[in-house]
């Protein structure tokens, strides 16, 4: 028995018997017992229905390979070389990287239910319970050099923003590589994070492992163990299809990679102005040790934020710094 197994009978959000599971799965009633005590021990809120079962706090949609495949356009459904959807991985990003070693990659994309080591910037843990999020990687081979892909996490967010936006939700995009949404209270907070990670030679060939997460259910058991105000799509959008969004942003990052190396970021850079979610307001400037205050501005073609310190322009350009709104 695998907790894949377990979580898609529990799916349904139904209520189901420690003896009807167990029959299922072939196993004892104490088995599945220890399975939805591991669960619990995961974020995974369970209800449990005196003398009848269990069932989910929060009915979940598996990953279904054939549901995301049917729901690409037939332009991206030719770009895509590959689709894997994992039960669990330590990292989807480790998993592309792996696939690049191999001599595969390009073009391929990873979705996974539960990521054990998964990362975000800066090696901070991205933790989200079994199937309760959307957490893909998507592998791309560029010809020209890094400094080609100047950009690129923003012109990601933009796609992602795109996505969600056909759900009637606005998200904010936050410099470099956050996309915001208004969480319970109303205030904007970090809804997905895109990470990228690089190799290959500054002037010539190189690999990227796009990895993004976003958090469509968030138990508050989990929301009370992180640092920062977090928000989850279904609470603003219950009826999303988490299959037809997993395509919908597959395709819409596949499209903008297969152009992205020939036209810049430079194409996007509107689109991600329209959506800065701090544009014009105090922000912090975290930067190692050293953090100012500023006023921040827009991105340039290459990606940079303008920000204003003490009425002097300044650009930050990737790297280790953060932008933070001040209160």
Not at 31 to 57: D, F, I
Not at 225 to 241: F, G, K, M, N, R
Not at 244 to 250: H, K, P, R
Request: proline residues 4%; negative net charge; hydrophobic residues 45%.
């Amino acid at each position: 028995m695998t907790i894949g197994n377990l979580m898609r009978l529990l799916s349904d959000g139904e209520v189901h018997s420690g003896e009807a599971l167990g029959e299922a799965l072939g196993v004892s009633r104490a088995a599945v017992w220890k399975q939805l005590k591991k669960l619990e021990a995961m974020g995974v809120a369970l209800v449990a229905v005196k003398g009848r079962g269990y069932r989910l706090a929060q009915p979940l949609e598996p990953l279904d390979h054939r549901r995301v495949v049917a729901g690409l356009p037939a332009e991206a459904r030719h770009l895509l070389a590959r689709l894997f959807v994992e039960d669990q991985l330590p990292s989807s990003n480790e998993y592309l990287r792996a696939r690049f070693e191999q001599g595969a990659g390009h073009g391929e994309v990873c979705l996974v239910e539960l990521q054990t080591a998964g990362r975000g910037r800066r090696g901070r843990v991205w933790s989200t319970p079994w199937g309760q999020s959307l957490m893909l990687s998507l592998g791309w081979r560029f010809d020209a050099g890094v400094a080609s892909l100047e950009g690129l996490s923003l012109a990601v967010g933009v796609v992602v923003a795109e996505a969600l936006e056909r759900y009637g939700v606005t998200p904010g995009l936050k410099w470099p590589n956050d996309i915001l949404l208004a969480d319970q209270s109303g205030e904007l907070a970090k809804l997905a994070g895109i990470l990228i990670e690089v190799t290959g030679d500054a002037a010539g060939p190189c690999e990227a492992v796009i990895g993004m997460g976003m958090n469509l259910f968030l138990p508050q058991s989990l929301r009370d163990t992180i640092d920062q105000p977090v928000a989850a799509l279904l609470e603003a959008v219950p009826e999303v299809s988490r299959n037809q969004l997993a395509a919908e942003v597959i395709a819409g990052l596949v499209l903008m990679l297969s152009e992205f190396e020939e036209r810049g970021f430079g194409v996007w850079r509107d689109a991600w102005n329209a959506r800065h979610a701090y544009k014009g307001l105090n922000v912090r400037v975290i930067q190692g040790a050293r953090e100012s205050e500023a006023v921040a501005g827009d991105v340039d073609d290459s990606g940079n934020l303008w920000v204003s310190e003490n009425g002097q322009p300044r650009r930050l350009s990737g790297g280790e710094i953060s932008v933070r709104r001040r209160l």
